[in-house]
């Protein structure tokens, strides 16, 4: 590596810290806008809709163990568990299922 | 408003437990990589507690044992991480407007998925020191799994980091499901938004998209569309 390493960070670090503080510095102002204020009230769901399906299937050793993590974690959430519980029991069905699959 | 601002905190630990496990657990991984690469603990910590982007920091891993330029790296991040300028435009609307622009800058070093995750689906106005509570645990987190990763990255048996790996997983659904319980919009919003996500992931051309850029893409383009179908009234937009 003919690169500094600690350049590369710090330039990594600069980038994303700017992605992350504009927007939240810059619109300090209330919007009023209705569809613009509908649009970030639906942000949140898709995206963390869509980084968590199918991403799930492919985070363990194995998919069907994932599949029953997600199916457990969603009626688990569905009956309105803590975030804790949910999350912890999708863990324990992965490490239980994968002992058998 | 001093007891406010410290309960606002414990309940920021307490949503941050479940998210420093996970971050344990990925970061771990993260350490190993970097590892494998000829970066050492301390410069791979020095990097997880600035950065704290799991994706972000996999692809400078291997870009930086390629010998990446400086600016390439830039616009990889760049592109990798765009998706925290959405979630910092949807806080910008929650965060509780009392509260002076400094926060706003300490809070924005917090956004990542979870962490924005666990704040953004508080009732009502976000008191920051909700996000500070969450962030004082998962940051450490993600550093210190990091740092042992590159330590002692074969110790930790591979079906418990497998296991461990659904954590983040199982707290966005805990976010995204209860709220779908009350309100069909929403319920079907998060229904889709999987269906077509898992589209995503196999109809071919679109299968090489990268998942950062998916997520921007897909979040753009359904909750535009949802926003014009369905728009909020007033009131309800706080309770997100």
């Known amino acids: 590596m003919q690169h500094n390493i600690y350049l590369y960070i710090l330039v990594m670090a600069t980038v994303t810290y700017l992605i992350r503080v504009l927007p939240l510095t810059l619109i300090q102002k209330e919007i009023k806008n209705k569809t613009i204020r509908s649009f970030l009230y639906y942000v949140p769901y898709v995206t963390l809709s869509v980084m968590t399906f199918p991403a799930i299937l492919e985070a363990t050793n194995n998919t069907y163990a994932a599949a029953g993590g997600f199916l457990l974690a969603v009626l688990l959430a569905w009956f309105k568990r803590s975030l804790f519980q949910v999350s912890i029991a999708a863990c324990a069905m992965v490490f239980v299922l994968e002992m058998f699959l | ?240």
């Open chain 2, 1 to 240: 408003m001093k007891t406010i601002n410290n309960s606002n905190y414990i309940d920021g630990l307490k949503s941050g437990i479940p998210i420093a496990m996970g971050y344990f657990a990925v970061s771990f991984t993260l350490g190993i990589a970097a590892k494998k690469v000829g970066i050492t603990a301390a410069q791979a910590t020095i990097m997880s507690i600035t950065n704290s982007t799991s994706a972000g920091e996999f692809a400078a891993i291997s870009a930086i044992a390629a010998g990446t330029s400086y600016f390439e790296l830039a616009v990889m991040q760049f592109v990798i991480n765009l998706r925290y300028m959405l979630m910092s435009c949807s806080l910008s609307q929650k965060i509780d407007r009392s509260f002076p622009i400094i926060h706003r800058f300490i809070m924005g070093f917090g956004i990542t998925d979870e962490i924005f995750g666990v704040s953004v689906s508080r009732k009502g106005k976000l008191n920051p020191y909700f996000t500070y509570g969450a962030m004082s645990l998962a940051i450490p987190a993600w550093a210190m799994g990091t740092m042992l990763g590159v330590i002692m990255g074969t110790v930790l048996p591979g079906n418990v980091v497998s296991a461990l790996s659904v954590a983040l997983y199982g707290m966005f659904i805990a976010i995204i499901i209860p709220p779908a319980r009350e309100n069909k919009v929403l319920a079907g919003l998060v229904a889709v938004s999987m269906v077509v996500s898992l589209l995503f992931s196999k109809l071919p051309f679109v299968k090489s998209i990268s998942a950062g850029t998916k997520v921007i893409v897909l979040t753009v383009i359904i909750a535009g569309i949802a926003a014009v179908l369905f728009p909020v009234e007033e009131d309800d937009t706080d309770a997100a």
